[in-house]
């Protein structure tokens, strides 16, 4: 059973232009998400977070959005660069008072064309 | 510069040799975890620990050891390995398992074929 679903396993974005990605959850324990970036063989990255309390939060040319009713959040970048190409996670925490484990997609893959 | 160190970064090994994985971290963190990555699963977390001296499974611990002795190291442990554990592992840790929001912070991945 998948908590955490990142449905589209890829995105093309020309430079300059905003590339959305997309994320649904279905445990409404979730208290905190996360996007992290992927570059091949590298570890992952943190890119930006959210609390469950909030519904958006602004770092720089990424914006993560949070719609709770609708267990849904997305990153926005705004404006794209060929940098931003890699493999981007979604990720969500459930804090069981024992244990902060994360909660990954499978990840999207984002192609920003020059 | 804050990292997590994992070593090796590849291993080729045979059915029941015993491997070590090392983890080690350099900002003070108490939580740290193992994860793996397999094609179509994303990553999910095989042991974890809160601390020194406390640590317990995640979501895929069959097959697996961990031992938190020290503060800053997280070692994972194959004591009998097996084909269906080729994978490719990451050590994470942030400051704290209490629920304070602060991201884990991924080492650059271990990649193991069990033949």
């Known amino acids: 059973d998948q908590q955490v679903k990142q449905n589209s396993p890829s995105l093309s974005v020309q430079e300059g232009r905003i590339s959305i990605l997309n994320c649904d959850y279905t445990?409404?324990?979730?208290?905190?998400f996360l996007w992290y970036k992927k570059y091949p063989a590298e570890g992952p990255t943190f890119l930006i977070s959210i609390s469950s309390i909030k519904d958006k939060n602004e770092d720089g040319r990424f914006t993560v959005f949070l719609n709770k009713s609708a267990k849904h959040l997305s990153l926005h970048i705004v404006p794209s660069q060929p940098g931003d190409s890699a493999v981007y996670f979604c990720?969500?925490?459930?804090?069981?008072?024992?244990?902060?484990?994360?909660?990954f997609g499978k990840g999207i893959t984002l192609s920003v064309r020059p | 510069e804050a990292q997590v160190t994992q070593n090796p970064r590849y291993l080729i090994t045979v059915t029941g040799k015993k491997l070590t994985v090392t983890c080690s971290q350099n900002m003070n963190h108490e939580y740290m975890s193992w994860y793996r990555q397999d094609p179509g699963l994303g990553l999910r977390q095989i042991y974890y620990s809160m601390n020194v001296e406390v640590t317990d499974k995640g979501d895929v611990p069959e097959g697996y050891k961990v031992s938190r002795k020290e503060k800053r190291n997280f070692p994972l442990i194959l004591e009998s390995p097996s084909p269906n554990q080729t994978s490719l592992y990451f050590c994470a840790s942030t400051h704290t398992g209490t629920g304070i929001n602060q991201p884990q912070h991924f080492g650059d991945g271990t990649r193991l074929s069990i033949l």
């Open positions: 990720a969500a925490r459930e804090y069981t008072g024992a244990n902060s484990k994360l909660t």
């Open positions: 445990n409404s324990m979730f208290d905190y």
